[in-house]
């Protein structure tokens, strides 16, 4: 079933209710409410043009290249809501992203859903953009986490290792901070899925008219996906960042903006 455009701007009112209390309460935050529903319509009105000519056209060396923007536009985010420095995360996170993406991705689409095509426009976008939505947060937090940590602990940082441990040994402490503050969530969400929230993905599939069983298989693989995709792409951009943010003798450098 379509939804008209006379009909979202109908559904757009509900906006209205976290506006008033946002204002009522005086937290500021009601202009950055309000730009930020104008770009999402903005910007989603505009994607569904492009991928409409995107799924027309169905190139291989074209759905790549949106890829490529997408994990171009995820690693600039990182590094903005990080706030640690492009020389440290810019080129660590997008290896992450692009590499996690495109061997999940393509994991999914060759042995669970057998494409003959898996660079099918339908398929191998949608598939990519989900998941480097998920990886997004997770690398955000994680980054954030483990490099404020050794900030913060410095003290700590530098006693392991002049104890004798090594940079890893030394790191390892606050990798797992990082991890289990980015994971935590997931988990969570995972475990009360279908009982307490119907997730968007299964909900979108039954209104577009699948079964659901049909459903409830797909949203159980992009739960899957996403949390390896993630998995994936922390390691690598941690990895890849400590490369850049330590020296030789394992002492932090400048990170921050």
């Known amino acids: 079933m379509d939804i008209s455009l006379t009909s979202l701007a109908v559904g757009l009112l509900l906006l209205l209710i976290p506006l008033f209390f946002l204002w009522k309460l005086r937290t500021g935050l009601v202009r950055a409410t309000l730009v930020a529903a104008a770009r999402m319509i903005l910007q989603l009105f505009l994607i569904s043009i492009y991928l409409r000519y995107l799924f027309e056209w169905d190139l291989p060396w074209l759905n790549t290249l ?36 495109l061997v999940v ?6 042995f669970v859903l057998r494409l003959d095509n898996p660079f099918a426009a339908r398929y191998f976008i949608p598939i990519m953009g989900i998941l480097m939505g998920n990886m997004l947060g ?9 490099y404020s940590g050794i900030r913060r602990e410095q003290a700590t ?3 392991l290792l002049g104890n004798g441990a090594t940079r890893f040994e030394a790191w390892l402490p606050f990798m797992r ?31 577009g008219g699948s079964s659901p ?5 797909y949203q159980m693989m992009i739960v899957v996906i996403t949390m390896a995709s993630s998995m994936l792409s922390l390691i690598l951009s941690l990895w890849l960042s400590t490369r850049r943010a330590f020296d030789a003798f394992g002492r932090l450098g ?3 903006k």
């Open 177 to 207: 901070e990082a991890v289990i503050k980015s994971f935590t969530p997931c988990i969570a969400n995972m475990a009360v899925m279908g009982i307490v929230a119907l997730p968007g993905t299964m909900i979108g599939q039954i209104l």
């Open 138 to 146: 997770v690398n955000v937090l994680t980054l954030s986490t483990f």
């Open 66 to 101: 949106w890829v490529i923007i997408m994990a171009l536009i995820a690693t600039h985010t990182t590094g903005q809501r990080t706030g640690l420095r492009s020389s440290v995360v810019a080129v660590p996170s997008f290896v992450g992203f692009l590499i996690s993406a």
């Open 213 to 217: 069983d049909v459903a409830v298989k």
């Open 254 to 256: 400048e990170v921050e």
């Open 157 to 159: 940082y530098y006693y």
């Open 105 to 110: 991705g393509f994991f999914f689409l060759c």
